[in-house]
């Protein structure tokens, strides 16, 4: 579980690595002075203990950097994964959702998840006491929000009102992400209480922004040209593999402190670095094979979403699980990211143009599940029962119940008053000219008539 206070961080005697190794450190270097003074020895043990407290507490807000900076790999990814026309419009998006954001956590997001409370928090006051108030959880649960309303942009992509997308994202910010996201990480969290493990965000944030991408993206249809008059998909390939590629780099390198951040010890972050890498890559591997056997040829793009797909999946357990654990996570998540895009898009109907429904909201589901049957403390695959499992299915349902109802509800209401689709002449001509006055992404590849 993510812990909104690092105070909370002490060396346990359970913690063999980090304890073992300042025990010997200290006997060995500091043998003679506590022979002369009692009370020397004792005290650099206590000055080390906070030295790697204070550690701990650095790496939390230098894990909180790191996920906001995901920010970029989030843009690029969806970028690369659309064309060119639209590419501005996505660069604002994903530049808003965390500065509107930013905005609505401030005001009340921050009250509802870390205050106490049962439903939601409240209590705390970030506006007047600021001595009191403990910004590294201000700024820690302030990007993992951001990240849950932005995962919504990619699969609503090349089709919706700027307008629209800022007043979602603003509510998702407010109100959505936060009161269930207390559920589990506030200062009263009732699922975790009751046993349900999501360490950093498989459900709270990758599950509720796959559904909420899911169900703006049914509302607001499909694009332009997507789908035949017999109803067959038709492939709109994104305008440059290659800065998609980089975002999913950037993501997976903030990704060490996504999962890692709230770590309490120098072990235990050593082991969500390990679950961390192991995944992803294995995720990789059997979304490409499955790919080849399918197409016959390795598919770069669903490759790269298998990437994304093992990190989502491993989210929830990145601390529960062993190696052996994570690596059959990531297989598994490597095959339902591919099965899950053709299903989605073959079946359903609806047109996800980055697979941001297979890859957050179908993984994040898988993730949450896995928790219960690889948990190396109490999985079902560890011979520790049904009951962990039974718990992860049942905070699945509540959070996903959640999010099903209240953004059921604003996507409704938005498409009753003020719309969730640009026009067809404006979808045609590209969002950055017709939103944002902007000629083209790439002006200097816009053809023009010399003088």
Not at 63 to 91: D, P
Not at 139 to 161: D, Q, W
Not at 380 to 387: A, E, I, K, N, T
Not at 405 to 428: C, D, N, P, W, Y
Request: hydrophobic share 50%.
């Amino acid at each position: 579980m993510k812990k909104l206070n690092q105070e909370k961080t002490i060396i346990k005697g359970d913690n063999k690595g980090c304890s073992l190794t300042l025990i010997i450190s200290f006997f060995i270097s500091q043998n003679k002075e506590a022979k002369s003074s009692p009370h020397h020895g004792v005290r650099i043990l206590l000055r080390k203990t906070r030295r790697i407290i204070m550690d701990m507490s650095v790496w939390y807000l230098m894990g909180a950097a790191l996920v906001f900076f995901m920010q970029c790999g989030f843009a690029m990814v969806e970028a690369g994964f659309t064309r060119a026309k639209n590419v501005g419009n996505i660069t604002m998006k994903n530049l808003m959702d965390f500065c509107i954001g930013t905005v609505a956590f401030y005001l009340l997001g921050y009250n509802l998840l870390c205050g106490e409370g049962g439903f939601a928090g409240w209590g705390l006051n970030p506006f007047t006491g600021f001595g009191e108030t403990d910004w590294s959880a201000f700024v820690f649960n302030l990007v993992f929000c951001a990240t849950a309303a932005t995962i919504v942009s990619g699969a609503m992509a090349e089709r919706t009102k700027f307008i629209t997308y800022c007043i979602y994202s603003f509510i998702i910010s407010l109100v959505v992400y936060p009161v269930e996201a207390h559920w589990v990480w506030g200062a009263t969290p009732w699922l975790t209480d009751m046993g349900f493990t999501d360490f950093a965000g498989s459900a709270c944030i990758h599950m509720v922004g796959g559904i909420t991408a899911f169900i703006g993206a049914a509302m607001l249809g499909p694009r332009i040209g997507k789908y035949d008059k017999n109803g067959k998909a038709r492939p709109i390939l994104g305008h440059n593999i290659l800065i998609g590629a980089l975002g999913v780099f950037i993501l997976w390198f903030g990704w060490y402190g996504f999962n890692g951040a709230a770590a309490t010890d120098t072990m235990q972050l050593s082991q969500i670095f390990a679950t961390t890498t192991v995944a992803p890559a294995v995720a990789t591997v059997s979304a490409m094979i499955f790919t080849w056997i399918r197409n016959g040829k390795p598919d770069v793009s669903m490759s790269l979403n298998g990437s994304l797909a093992g990190l989502v999946a491993v989210t929830a357990g990145c601390a529960n699980v062993d190696v052996i654990g994570s690596f059959i996570i990531g297989a598994v998540a490597g095959v339902l990211v591919c099965v899950a895009v053709y299903f989605i898009e073959d079946k359903l109907k609806v047109d996800d143009p980055v697979g941001a429904v297979a890859v957050h909201g179908c993984n994040g589901i898988w993730g949450t599940i896995a928790v219960g049957l690889f948990d190396y403390k109490d999985g079902l695959f560890y011979g520790g029962g049904v009951h962990h499992l039974l718990i992860q299915l049942l905070g699945i349902v509540c959070i996903a119940g959640w999010t099903i109802v209240t953004m059921t509800i604003v996507f409704t209401v938005l498409k009753k008053t003020i719309g969730l689709r640009v026009s067809a002449q404006e979808e045609v001509e590209g969002l950055d000219s017709t939103e944002h006055g902007l000629e083209s992404g790439y002006p200097d590849f816009v053809p023009r008539e010399l003088h």
